[in-house]
């Protein structure tokens, strides 16, 4: 069983930038593919950027070049740098731990992000 707690979000201007973390609970952090996805009112569930225990990141095409995602594994931490933030990035932002071969999928209960002036 994994437990993640999502911290970070609040109320910025546009272009503003935040940095959103997420402590896991776990001692198997590292086999673990982290992510973070976003619900904005009245639209789907999307992945934002997610991280393999190596390293390796993928971006949704709608922050390519604003969203950094990174992984320390020694603290059991996935963090999203947010810059040039834009109000369409308006969402609660989840973080969610994957292991598709154990069937195990965990969330943490999201934090608000609001890009408003």
């Known amino acids: 069983q994994v437990q993640l707690v999502?911290?970070?979000?609040?109320?910025?201007?546009p272009g503003g930038s935040l940095r959103l973390s997420c402590a896991a609970s776990g001692?198997?952090?590292?086999?673990?593919?982290?992510?973070?996805?976003r619900q904005a009112p009245g639209k789907q569930h999307e992945l934002v950027a997610d991280v393999t225990g190596g390293g390796t990141t993928n971006y949704a095409d709608?922050?390519?070049?604003?969203?950094?995602?990174?992984?320390?594994n020694a603290k059991k931490a996935v963090y999203l740098q947010m810059n040039s933030l834009k109000p369409e990035d308006t969402a609660v932002y989840y973080c969610n731990a994957q292991r598709v071969a154990f069937g195990e999928n965990f969330w943490g209960r999201g934090t608000q992000v609001t890009v408003s002036s």
């Open 27 to 37: 001692s198997i952090f590292i086999m673990y593919h982290m992510g973070w996805y």
């Open 6 to 13: 999502e911290s970070g979000g609040g109320l910025v201007q």
């Open 62 to 72: 709608s922050v390519k070049g604003r969203f950094t995602i990174s992984r320390d």
